[in-house]
């Protein structure tokens, strides 16, 4: 059984960056899937990005080229650079792990992102 513990949410102005860390208590951390979502005030939980044990990656369309997802096997780490922040990226940020893509069995607290414009 995994267990995620998410950290570096916080309050930032449109335009700036934040990394968020996710450290997972597991055996076999580079085995798994692992995967940002987020959830929005009235929103349902959306994908944001995720990295394949081999590190592939995957980004929703609104955050391409904004975001970075990379892992640290090492650590037992999975990170989200979010750069050129916007009002819109403002949510609950979820990490996730699962042994296959699209399918999590695993769930972090979730850490609070405020983008101000």
């Known amino acids: 059984q995994v267990q995620l513990d998410e950290s570096g949410g916080g309050l930032v102005q449109a335009g700036g960056s934040l990394r968020l860390s996710c450290e997972a208590f597991?055996?076999?951390?580079?085995?798994?899937?692992m995967a940002w979502f987020r959830q929005a005030p009235g929103k349902e939980r959306e994908f944001v990005a995720h990295?394949?044990?081999?590190?592939?990656?995957k980004y929703t369309d609104s955050v391409k080229g904004r975001f970075t997802i990379s892992r640290d096997n090492a650590k037992n780490t999975v990170y989200l650079q979010m750069n050129s922040l916007k009002p819109e990226d403002t949510a609950v940020y979820y990490c996730?792990?699962?042994?296959?893509?699209?399918?999590?069995?695993?769930w972090g607290q979730g850490t609070l992102v405020t983008v101000s414009s």
């Open positions: 990295i394949s044990s081999t590190g592939g990656t």
């Open positions: 597991a055996r076999t951390f580079n085995s798994y899937v």
């Open positions: 996730a792990a699962g042994e296959f893509i699209n399918y999590y069995s695993a």
